[in-house]
Protein backbone atom coordinates (compact mmCIF):
# COMPACT_ATOMS: atom_id res chain seq x y z
CA UNK A 1 0.00 0.00 0.00
CA UNK A 2 1.49 3.19 -0.93
CA UNK A 3 0.61 5.81 1.84
CA UNK A 4 4.19 7.17 2.49
CA UNK A 5 4.09 11.45 1.78
CA UNK A 6 8.19 11.57 0.51
CA UNK A 7 9.00 15.52 -0.18
CA UNK A 8 11.49 17.56 -0.55
CA UNK A 9 10.88 21.51 0.45
CA UNK A 10 12.52 24.45 0.26
CA UNK A 11 12.00 28.21 0.92
CA UNK A 12 12.40 31.00 -2.35
CA UNK A 13 12.56 34.14 -2.52
CA UNK A 14 9.40 36.19 -4.28
CA UNK A 15 11.64 36.79 -7.34
CA UNK A 16 12.03 32.93 -7.30
CA UNK A 17 8.81 31.82 -7.01
CA UNK A 18 7.42 34.04 -10.13
CA UNK A 19 10.33 32.56 -12.40
CA UNK A 20 9.59 28.75 -11.04
CA UNK A 21 5.93 30.06 -11.75
CA UNK A 22 6.27 30.67 -14.95
CA UNK A 23 8.48 27.51 -15.92
CA UNK A 24 6.29 25.47 -14.41
CA UNK A 25 3.38 27.22 -16.83
CA UNK A 26 5.34 26.03 -19.42
CA UNK A 27 6.47 22.94 -18.80
CA UNK A 28 4.34 21.46 -16.26
CA UNK A 29 0.83 20.42 -16.37
CA UNK A 30 -0.92 22.62 -14.02
CA UNK A 31 -3.42 20.80 -11.67
CA UNK A 32 -5.17 23.89 -9.75
CA UNK A 33 -4.94 26.57 -8.17
CA UNK A 34 -6.32 26.69 -4.36
CA UNK A 35 -6.71 28.96 -1.41
CA UNK A 36 -6.06 27.03 2.12
CA UNK A 37 -6.56 27.52 5.66
CA UNK A 38 -4.90 24.95 7.61
CA UNK A 39 -4.70 24.37 11.34
CA UNK A 40 -2.98 22.07 13.50
CA UNK A 41 -3.87 20.81 16.62
CA UNK A 42 -2.43 19.44 19.78
CA UNK A 43 -3.64 16.97 22.54
CA UNK A 44 -4.29 20.07 25.47
CA UNK A 45 -5.79 17.45 28.29
CA UNK A 46 -6.00 13.93 28.52
CA UNK A 47 -9.19 12.44 27.85
CA UNK A 48 -10.33 10.29 30.81
CA UNK A 49 -12.51 8.32 28.86
CA UNK A 50 -9.86 6.93 26.22
CA UNK A 51 -7.65 7.15 28.55
CA UNK A 52 -9.63 4.47 30.76
CA UNK A 53 -10.31 2.44 27.36
CA UNK A 54 -6.41 2.43 26.55
CA UNK A 55 -6.49 5.01 24.44
CA UNK A 56 -4.49 4.36 20.84
CA UNK A 57 -3.50 8.20 20.48
CA UNK A 58 -1.23 7.77 23.87
CA UNK A 59 2.34 8.18 23.01
CA UNK A 60 1.74 8.30 18.78
CA UNK A 61 3.85 10.77 17.45
CA UNK A 62 2.46 13.06 14.72
CA UNK A 63 0.27 15.71 13.72
CA UNK A 64 -3.68 16.66 13.27
CA UNK A 65 -4.52 18.97 10.94
CA UNK A 66 -7.70 20.25 9.01
CA UNK A 67 -7.61 21.71 6.14
CA UNK A 68 -10.36 23.67 3.73
CA UNK A 69 -10.71 25.23 0.53
CA UNK A 70 -13.39 27.14 -1.36
CA UNK A 71 -14.82 23.26 -2.41
CA UNK A 72 -14.14 21.08 0.13
CA UNK A 73 -12.08 20.51 3.53
CA UNK A 74 -10.03 17.60 4.62
CA UNK A 75 -8.98 15.61 8.41
CA UNK A 76 -5.12 15.08 7.75
CA UNK A 77 -2.92 12.51 10.43
CA UNK A 78 0.93 12.89 9.54
CA UNK A 79 2.89 10.35 11.07
CA UNK A 80 5.89 11.30 12.75
CA UNK A 81 7.73 14.62 13.13
CA UNK A 82 7.17 17.71 11.32
CA UNK A 83 9.77 18.01 8.62
CA UNK A 84 10.65 14.89 8.05
CA UNK A 85 11.74 13.69 4.85
CA UNK A 86 8.72 11.16 4.49
CA UNK A 87 5.79 10.00 7.01
CA UNK A 88 2.48 8.08 6.59
CA UNK A 89 0.02 10.10 6.07
CA UNK A 90 -3.95 9.60 6.27
CA UNK A 91 -6.20 11.92 4.86
CA UNK A 92 -10.27 12.33 4.92
CA UNK A 93 -12.26 13.95 2.95
CA UNK A 94 -15.54 15.38 4.22
CA UNK A 95 -18.00 18.66 3.00
CA UNK A 96 -16.54 21.93 3.57
CA UNK A 97 -19.64 23.19 5.77
CA UNK A 98 -18.88 20.70 8.33
CA UNK A 99 -15.74 22.16 8.87
CA UNK A 100 -16.67 24.40 11.87
CA UNK A 101 -18.56 21.06 13.81
CA UNK A 102 -15.11 18.97 13.47
CA UNK A 103 -13.24 21.24 14.94
CA UNK A 104 -15.45 21.66 17.58
CA UNK A 105 -15.01 18.24 18.04
CA UNK A 106 -11.56 18.26 18.33
CA UNK A 107 -11.29 21.16 20.99
CA UNK A 108 -13.83 18.60 22.89
CA UNK A 109 -11.81 15.56 22.53
CA UNK A 110 -8.99 17.96 24.17
CA UNK A 111 -7.23 19.46 21.64
CA UNK A 112 -6.23 23.03 20.82
CA UNK A 113 -5.09 24.98 17.75
CA UNK A 114 -1.60 24.81 17.75
CA UNK A 115 -1.30 27.17 14.69
CA UNK A 116 -2.97 28.51 11.71
CA UNK A 117 -1.89 28.90 8.49
CA UNK A 118 -3.62 30.95 5.04
CA UNK A 119 -1.81 29.98 2.12
CA UNK A 120 -2.18 30.35 -2.06
CA UNK A 121 -1.23 26.91 -3.81
CA UNK A 122 -0.55 26.35 -6.90
CA UNK A 123 -0.13 22.32 -8.02
CA UNK A 124 1.80 20.77 -10.58
CA UNK A 125 2.20 17.59 -12.36
CA UNK A 126 5.81 17.84 -13.36
CA UNK A 127 7.76 14.84 -14.52
CA UNK A 128 6.19 12.03 -12.62
CA UNK A 129 6.27 14.24 -9.77
CA UNK A 130 3.01 16.80 -7.47
CA UNK A 131 4.89 19.97 -7.47
CA UNK A 132 3.34 22.99 -5.14
CA UNK A 133 4.25 26.55 -4.99
CA UNK A 134 3.17 28.13 -1.76
CA UNK A 135 2.78 31.54 -0.84
CA UNK A 136 2.14 31.44 2.87
CA UNK A 137 0.69 34.07 4.29
CA UNK A 138 3.79 36.00 7.14
CA UNK A 139 5.49 32.36 6.59
CA UNK A 140 6.81 33.06 3.11
CA UNK A 141 7.22 31.47 -0.14
CA UNK A 142 8.13 27.98 -0.51
CA UNK A 143 8.40 24.94 -3.33
CA UNK A 144 7.92 21.23 -1.95
CA UNK A 145 8.14 18.02 -4.56
CA UNK A 146 6.42 14.97 -3.67
CA UNK A 147 5.65 11.41 -4.22
CA UNK A 148 3.77 9.06 -2.39
CA UNK A 149 5.28 5.78 -1.81
CA UNK A 150 5.61 2.62 0.17
CA UNK A 151 7.67 1.93 3.48
CA UNK A 152 11.34 1.51 2.68
CA UNK A 153 11.01 3.70 -0.72
CA UNK A 154 11.35 6.80 0.94
CA UNK A 155 15.23 7.17 1.05
CA UNK A 156 15.56 6.59 -2.70
CA UNK A 157 12.50 8.48 -3.98
CA UNK A 158 13.38 11.50 -1.29
CA UNK A 159 17.02 11.66 -3.37
CA UNK A 160 15.26 11.84 -6.82
CA UNK A 161 13.21 14.46 -5.41
CA UNK A 162 16.44 16.66 -4.28
CA UNK A 163 17.52 15.99 -7.87
CA UNK A 164 14.90 17.23 -9.76
CA UNK A 165 14.67 20.29 -6.98
CA UNK A 166 18.54 21.43 -7.78
CA UNK A 167 17.28 20.65 -11.47
CA UNK A 168 15.43 23.43 -11.16
CA UNK A 169 17.63 25.57 -9.92
CA UNK A 170 16.82 25.41 -6.21
CA UNK A 171 19.03 25.39 -3.43
CA UNK A 172 17.56 22.89 -0.82
CA UNK A 173 16.53 24.37 2.38
CA UNK A 174 18.32 22.73 5.77
CA UNK A 175 15.77 20.92 7.98
CA UNK A 176 16.88 23.16 10.83
CA UNK A 177 16.08 26.45 9.11
CA UNK A 178 12.74 25.03 8.67
CA UNK A 179 12.15 24.15 12.46
CA UNK A 180 13.41 27.39 13.54
CA UNK A 181 11.09 29.53 11.28
CA UNK A 182 7.96 27.02 12.13
CA UNK A 183 8.91 27.42 16.01
CA UNK A 184 9.22 31.35 15.35
CA UNK A 185 5.67 31.16 13.43
CA UNK A 186 3.67 28.71 15.97
CA UNK A 187 4.65 30.91 18.97
CA UNK A 188 3.46 34.49 16.83
CA UNK A 189 1.15 33.54 14.33
CA UNK A 190 -1.77 34.91 15.91
CA UNK A 191 0.05 38.56 16.15
CA UNK A 192 1.21 37.76 12.38
CA UNK A 193 -1.83 37.14 11.06
CA UNK A 194 -3.79 39.69 13.11
CA UNK A 195 -5.88 37.35 15.11
Given at each position: ?111 REVVKWFRKRRVYQWKGTKVFLDDTKGYGFIIELEKIGK ?45
Amino acid sequence: MKNIEIEVRSFISQKAYKRLRKKLDKEAKFLKSVNEETIYFRAERENKVLANRGSYFKGIEGDLRLRRDRDQAFVIFKKGKIHDNSREEIEIKFDRKDFEKIKKLFVNLGSREVVKWFRKRRVYQWKGTKVFLDDTKGYGFIIELEKIGKVGEGRKIHQQLENKLKSLGVKITPKEVFEKKFEYYKKNWQKILGK
